[in-house]
């Protein structure tokens, strides 16, 4: 798992295998969206994405984007 946080954007990629080939490929965790799905570019099999996971998801991503912000605030403010 890969992950960095550039310009209070969170990035996080995971490298799942498909359920059916098991070729590896790359998700960013941003587009694990409800309703979303992979389509595996070795197979064509389309694996969809677990709504009420990726529901949670989102919302922890973007609870940690806004709080990684205070973080930046809180150090910038105290610099000053
Ligand atoms: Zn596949």
Do not use: W
Request: glycine share 4%; aromatic share 8%; net charge positive.
């Amino acid at each position: 798992m890969v992950s960095q946080f550039k310009n209070s954007q969170l990035y996080v990629e995971l490298r799942p295998r498909c359920p059916k080939c098991k070729k590896e490929f790359l998700l960013d965790l941003k587009r694990f969206m409800p309703g979303g799905f992979h389509s595996c570019y070795a197979c064509g099999s389309v694996t969809k994405f677990d709504g009420v996971l990726s529901e949670k998801v989102q919302v922890l991503i973007n609870d940690l984007e806004a709080t990684v912000r205070q973080v930046l605030d809180s150090l910038s403010a105290a610099s000053r």
